[in-house]
């Protein structure tokens, strides 16, 4: 088949070869799991236990709120300590509302009713089911799955795309995944393919994975409507929008979805769940993290329940080497830096990276010499360096004006700069900034239309009142004429009686 | 248990970055322009040796004083690179055996009018080099077009190291060392009396000399096939991109033979035009300079295209004979305008700007639906 390029892009050292042939391992239990409630794009979960509770492994904790929304489930049978507040994995450190379960070490399931193959199942179903399991986007944008795999009449998926790109340096979760999983994944694929009624899936994969390709390419034979691709390593392949283009040649028209072209994007760890959920009733308790790092004693691909603390996972790895310069969760281009590792593990936990000074490479900043570099590199076709010069002076429209909504934050610009200029944080604080203005623009506008409103008002209700004091004293003035009138009347009577 | 404690300033990513830095490549310029430096101080002598070391000399101590007037971090700037990146330059395109003062005025103003007033490193406008070139030209033409002969340096007829501190620092009085016109301006100035380009230019233009380098000119001009190996060392190294040199070079080409297929006798050649004075300097070094030029591929195109037909219609038409330094700035002064019409096309839009829409048809086609049995 052939493929498109995209404009752009980087080469980012890899550095896959760390973790890369390192099987998939189970992650013990430990002590404690924090399970916080949001853990996906959309609104919270709601919790459904309680305090001292005893919950089965697979078990409903919190519910979905809400169309976009995920629930969250037990990751293994335990005690439920406490739901309060926890630290979020989020470079802020600010806590989240989590449910705090105390593992019991017997890891009972729920009971769970009769499977039934899904395909006897209408596609609404299966979409129902994949929302009740907890699905969401597992190549970390965690976007509720339920939603993506719901068949709109007015915008059907005739290409659904299955994203084993992995091209963020270190992480080798999906490598592995598609290594020794590949029938799982090729299973869920179908599913979702009929879920959506689309006509073929394409589940590519980058070519820096041989190993992964034959897996799938393997599993995928007899499967007539799946086709197997490579294509190029190419810093961000694994983005939706590229790897649309790469793959199609179109791209996802600015302001729309990938559905309104026809096409559909999920991951293969997406996949991988939605088989476990339609075959093996299994919620999405645990997912497969790449624990890599220049600062790491062993590198793992391990399999960690929902909610283990960073930390836990570090020390099961053999701790540190040396203390690191950098914690991320998540790969070194878009992955966030993580204030400590007491927080724990979510569904779009890819990766935990720990790295040591040589591999951050940090520099100070110098100005910008309009070199070009962001510009060449950007796979967007924004021009960085003009979208940071006004966002360093506030100027949120102006960075607006040279495409800043388009920029998929990808990263690609700060790593080619040589300034070493932070882009991605100036168009951070210019999208923050322009959402502001937006939120005071509309305040602004909505407290004009009240002014308006009450001064409407205020001049109907004098009218009004003027009008009724009309009212009353013609009323009161005919009222007098009749008195009059009559008094004449009388008069007029008296003196004809009288005459 | 480790303790766990990573914190640092909240920052977005990436967390990794490219080995490349300004440094670096004001370092990989200069690395370019050695060839060339090393063979133009060879032929010129001491007194070229003296006149760079003073130029390179007042470009840095500018600098350190103006980021010291300023009030900016002395030490990062100041080794950097990019001051004696610019003072190499413009003693590049100086008269080789040039006085003393022409250097350090030279030096001093490319750094501090060229680029220190409009905010430093980044925010100038024009190409400091040739700013001052420029300046240097329009203010002391006698001092700036005469030129030395090329007189190697360990051969007979060069000046010794104590001679050549007299010749830079005093003066010199031996005529038949220099010549009032650089080749480019001889042949100019021949034109304009009625000779015709064959016989001129038989008479002057050696291949051999103009390529290798053994000619009059500036310091650093004369040696095409070193300037071409530096330019293609940049571009192997992606400092540059071939947009620029590639636009100059072949809007040179282009119009010099159209006006020589008009009227051959009149308008020398293309290799003419690309050899002499300072073209492959200034499309490989000085058009290239990134604050300046334009920072998408197309806006380069255009800039190239304009430094070029402008270095031609200055040297064809113009008052001076070298075309380069003003066509430069000139285009300098129109990279902003360039910048802000010329964008590049953004994922899902249009070159307007709207979203791209495709049609059902066009969906089919790309999806491969019509392939499908279904």
Same mark, same amino acid.
């Given at each position: 088949?052939?493929?498109?390029?995209?404009?752009?892009?980087?080469?980012?050292?890899?550095?896959?070869?760390?973790?890369?042939?390192?099987?998939?391992?189970?992650?013990?239990?430990?002590?404690?799991?924090?399970?916080?409630?949001?853990?996906?794009?959309?609104?919270?979960?709601?919790? /459904?236990?309680?305090?001292?509770?005893?919950?089965?492994?697979?078990?409903?904790?919190?519910?979905?709120?809400?169309?976009?929304?995920?629930?969250?489930?037990?990751?293994?049978?335990?005690?439920?300590?406490?739901?309060?507040?926890?630290?979020?994995?989020?470079?802020?450190?600010?806590?989240?509302?989590?449910?705090?379960?105390?593992?019991?070490?017997?890891?009972?399931?729920?009971?769970?009713?009769?499977?039934?193959?899904?395909?006897?199942?209408?596609?609404?179903?299966?979409? *129902?089911?994949?929302?009740?399991?907890?699905?969401?986007?597992?190549?970390?944008?965690?976007?509720?799955?339920? @939603?993506?795999?719901?068949?709109?009449?007015?915008?059907?998926?005739?290409?659904?795309?299955?994203?084993?790109?992995?091209?963020?340096?270190?992480? !080798?979760?999906?490598?592995?995944?598609?290594?020794?999983?590949?029938?799982?994944?090729?299973?869920?694929?179908?599913?979702?393919?009929?879920?959506?009624?689309?006509?073929?899936?394409?589940?590519?994969?980058?070519?820096?994975?041989?190993?992964?390709?034959?897996?799938?390419?393997?599993?995928?034979?007899?499967?007539?409507?799946?086709? @197997?691709?490579?294509?190029?390593?190419?810093?961000?392949?694994?983005?939706?929008?590229?790897?649309?283009?790469?793959?199609?040649?179109?791209?996802?028209?600015?302001?729309?979805?990938?559905?309104?072209?026809?096409?559909?994007?999920?991951?293969?760890?997406?996949?991988?769940?939605?088989?476990?959920?339609? /075959?093996?009733?299994?919620?999405?308790?645990?997912?497969?993290?790449?624990?890599?790092?220049?600062?790491?004693?062993?590198?793992?691909?391990?399999?960690?329940?929902?909610?283990?603390?960073?930390?836990?996972?570090?020390?099961?790895?053999?701790?540190?080497?040396?203390?690191?310069?950098?914690?991320?969760?998540?790969?070194?281009?878009?992955?966030? *830096?993580?204030? $400590?590792?007491?927080?724990?593990?979510?569904?779009?936990?890819?990766?935990?990276?720990?790295?040591?000074?040589?591999?951050?490479?940090?520099?100070?900043?110098?100005?910008?010499?309009?070199?070009?570099?962001?510009?060449?590199?950007?796979?967007?076709?924004?021009?960085? %360096?003009?979208?940071?010069?006004?966002?360093?002076?506030?100027?949120?429209?102006?960075?607006?004006?040279?495409?800043?909504?388009?920029?998929?934050?990808?990263?690609?610009?700060?790593?080619?700069?040589?300034?070493?200029?932070?882009?991605?944080?100036?168009?951070?604080?210019?999208?923050?900034?322009?959402?502001?203005?937006?939120?005071?623009?509309?305040?602004?506008?909505?407290?004009?239309?009240?002014?308006?409103? /009450?001064?409407?008002?205020?001049? /109907?209700?004098?009218?009004?009142?003027?009008?009724?004091?009309?009212?009353?004293?013609?009323?009161?003035?005919?009222?007098?004429?009749?008195?009059?009138?009559?008094?004449?009347?009388?008069?007029?009577?008296?003196?004809?009686?009288?005459? | 248990?480790?303790?766990?404690?990573?914190?640092?300033?909240?920052?977005?990513?990436? $967390?990794?970055?490219?080995?490349?830095?300004?440094?670096?490549?004001?370092?990989?310029?200069?690395?370019?322009?050695?060839?060339?430096?090393?063979?133009?101080?060879?032929?010129?002598?001491?007194?070229?040796?003296?006149?760079?070391?003073?130029? %390179?000399?007042?470009?840095?101590?500018?600098?350190?004083?103006?980021? =010291?007037?300023?009030?900016?971090?002395?030490?990062?700037?100041?080794?950097?690179?990019?001051?004696?990146?610019?003072?190499?330059?413009?003693?590049?395109?100086?008269?080789?055996?040039?006085?003393?003062?022409?250097?350090?005025?030279?030096?001093?103003?490319?750094?501090?009018?060229?680029?220190?007033?409009?905010?430093?490193?980044?925010?100038?406008?024009?190409?400091?080099?040739?700013?001052?070139?420029?300046?240097?030209?329009?203010?002391?033409?006698?001092?700036?077009?005469? =030129?030395?002969?090329?007189?190697?340096?360990?051969?007979?007829?060069?000046?010794?190291?104590?001679?050549?501190?007299?010749? !830079?620092?005093?003066?010199?009085?031996?005529?038949?060392?220099?010549?009032?016109?650089?080749?480019?301006?001889?042949?100019? !100035?021949?034109?304009?009396?009625?000779?015709?380009?064959?016989? %001129?230019?038989?008479?002057?233009?050696?291949?051999?000399?103009?390529?290798?380098?053994?000619?009059?000119?500036?310091?650093?001009?004369?040696?095409?096939?070193?300037?071409?190996?530096?330019?293609?060392?940049?571009?192997?190294?992606?400092?540059?991109? =071939?947009?620029?040199?590639?636009?100059?070079?072949?809007?040179?080409?282009? @119009?010099?033979?159209?006006?020589?297929?008009?009227?051959?006798?009149?308008?020398?050649?293309?290799?003419?035009? @690309?050899?002499?004075?300072?073209?492959?300097?200034?499309?490989?070094?000085?058009?290239?300079?990134?604050?300046?030029?334009?920072?998408?591929?197309?806006?380069?195109?255009?800039?190239?295209?304009?430094?070029?037909?402008?270095?031609?219609?200055?040297? !064809?038409?113009?008052?001076?004979?070298?075309?380069?330094?003003?066509?430069?700035?000139?285009?300098?002064?129109?990279?902003? %305008?360039?910048?802000?019409?010329?964008?590049?096309?953004?994922?899902?839009?249009?070159?307007?700007?709207?979203?791209?829409?495709?049609?059902?048809?066009?969906?089919?086609?790309?999806? $491969?639906?019509?392939?499908?049995?279904?």
């Amino acid at each position: 088949m052939k493929l498109f390029r995209f404009r752009g892009g980087v080469h980012p050292q890899s550095n896959k070869v760390l973790s890369a042939d390192r099987a998939i391992e189970a992650m013990p239990l430990s002590e404690r799991l924090y399970i916080p409630l949001q853990q996906h794009i959309g609104a919270p979960a709601e919790p /459904r236990v309680k305090q001292g509770e005893r919950v089965l492994k697979g078990q409903l904790l919190a519910h979905s709120q809400g169309m976009i929304s995920a629930p969250v489930h037990a990751p293994t049978s335990g005690t439920v300590l406490a739901i309060g507040d926890f630290t979020a994995p989020h470079p802020s450190g600010l806590p989240v509302r989590t449910i705090t379960l105390e593992p019991d070490g017997k890891d009972e399931c729920l009971e769970t009713a009769k499977l039934i193959s899904p395909f006897v199942l209408e596609p609404g179903d299966i979409a *129902a089911k994949v929302g009740a399991a907890g699905i969401v986007g597992m190549g970390g944008a965690t976007f509720p799955s339920a @939603v993506k795999l719901l068949r709109d009449e007015k915008r059907p998926i005739h290409t659904l795309v299955i994203n084993g790109g992995e091209c963020e340096p270190y992480l !080798t979760c999906d490598d592995r995944l598609m290594r020794e999983s590949p029938k799982e994944i090729a299973d869920g694929v179908v599913i979702m393919l009929h879920a959506l009624k689309a006509r073929r899936a394409l589940i590519a994969i980058e070519d820096n994975k041989p190993e992964a390709f034959s897996a799938m390419m393997k599993a995928c034979r007899l499967i007539g409507n799946v086709d @197997v691709l490579k294509v190029p390593s190419l810093y961000p392949m694994g983005s939706e929008k590229q790897m649309i283009q790469t793959l199609t040649g179109m791209e996802v028209p600015a302001g729309k979805m990938a559905m309104d072209i026809g096409v559909l994007v999920h991951n293969v760890g997406t996949a991988f769940a939605v088989h476990q959920a339609l /075959r093996n009733s299994r919620p999405l308790v645990s997912r497969i993290v790449t624990v890599s790092g220049g600062a790491i004693s062993n590198t793992k691909n391990l399999d960690v329940p929902i909610g283990t603390l960073v930390s836990d996972l570090i020390e099961y790895c053999g701790g540190y080497k040396e203390p690191p310069a950098r914690l991320l969760m998540g790969g070194p281009m878009m992955g966030q *830096a993580l204030p $400590h590792d007491r927080v724990p593990i979510v569904k779009g936990s890819s990766g935990i990276i720990a790295l040591t000074a040589e591999e951050i490479k940090p520099k100070h900043t110098m100005p910008c010499i309009r070199c070009g570099s962001c510009v060449s590199v950007c796979p967007c076709g924004l021009m960085p %360096l003009e979208m940071a010069a006004r966002a360093r002076v506030n100027d949120a429209e102006g960075a607006i004006n040279y495409g800043l909504m388009d920029c998929i934050s990808c990263g690609s610009c700060a790593y080619a700069c040589p300034s070493n200029i932070p882009l991605v944080q100036y168009f951070n604080y210019a999208k923050g900034l322009a959402a502001k203005e937006r939120e005071e623009k509309s305040k602004h506008d909505k407290t004009r239309q009240l002014a308006e409103f /009450r001064a409407a008002r205020l001049e /109907r209700e004098a009218r009004e009142k003027a009008e009724a004091a009309a009212r009353r004293k013609a009323q009161r003035e005919a009222k007098k004429a009749a008195e009059a009138a009559a008094v004449k009347k009388a008069e007029a009577e008296n003196s004809e009686a009288s005459a | 248990m480790s303790t766990g404690a990573v914190s640092h300033d909240p920052i977005a990513g990436p $967390h990794t970055h490219t080995s490349r830095s300004v440094t670096m490549t004001m370092v990989l310029v200069i690395l370019a322009l050695s060839p060339a430096t090393l063979f133009g101080l060879y032929i010129f002598g001491w007194p070229a040796i003296n006149l760079l070391v003073l130029t %390179l000399f007042s470009a840095w101590l500018a600098e350190i004083g103006a980021l =010291w007037l300023a009030g900016k971090p002395i030490r990062v700037f100041a080794l950097d690179g990019s001051a004696i990146l610019t003072g190499l330059l413009l003693a590049l395109s100086l008269p080789p055996w040039a006085p003393w003062w022409i250097a350090v005025f030279g030096g001093i103003f490319a750094i501090v009018v060229g680029k220190h007033i409009f905010g430093g490193l980044g925010n100038n406008v024009f190409n400091p080099a040739m700013l001052a070139r420029v300046a240097l030209l329009i203010s002391f033409p006698l001092e700036m077009t005469t =030129w030395a002969n090329p007189a190697p340096l360990f051969a007979a007829a060069s000046p010794g190291f104590l001679e050549g501190i007299k010749i !830079t620092f005093i003066g010199f009085s031996e005529i038949d060392a220099l010549s009032s016109a650089s080749y480019l301006g001889h042949v100019k !100035t021949e034109l304009s009396q009625g000779a015709t380009v064959t016989p %001129l230019l038989e008479g002057i233009f050696q291949l051999d000399q103009a390529l290798l380098g053994t000619r009059n000119g500036s310091l650093g001009e004369t040696s095409a096939l070193l300037l071409l190996a530096g330019g293609v060392l940049l571009l192997y190294k992606r400092v540059i991109t =071939w947009h620029i040199p590639g636009a100059m070079l072949l809007t040179i080409v282009l @119009v010099a033979s159209l006006m020589n297929f008009l009227s051959p006798e009149q308008y020398p050649h293309a290799l003419f035009h @690309v050899l002499a004075g300072s073209t492959l300097l200034g499309a490989f070094f000085i058009a290239t300079d990134l604050v300046t030029s334009p920072s998408t591929k197309r806006g380069q195109i255009l800039f190239g295209v304009g430094c070029g037909l402008l270095t031609y219609v200055i040297r !064809t038409w113009g008052g001076y004979p070298e075309g380069v330094s003003f066509a430069v700035l000139i285009m300098n002064s129109v990279t902003p %305008l360039i910048d802000y019409y010329i964008r590049p096309r953004i994922y899902g839009r249009t070159h307007t700007g709207a979203p791209v829409t495709y049609t059902p048809k066009k969906i089919k086609k790309q999806l $491969h639906l019509e392939d499908d049995a279904s």
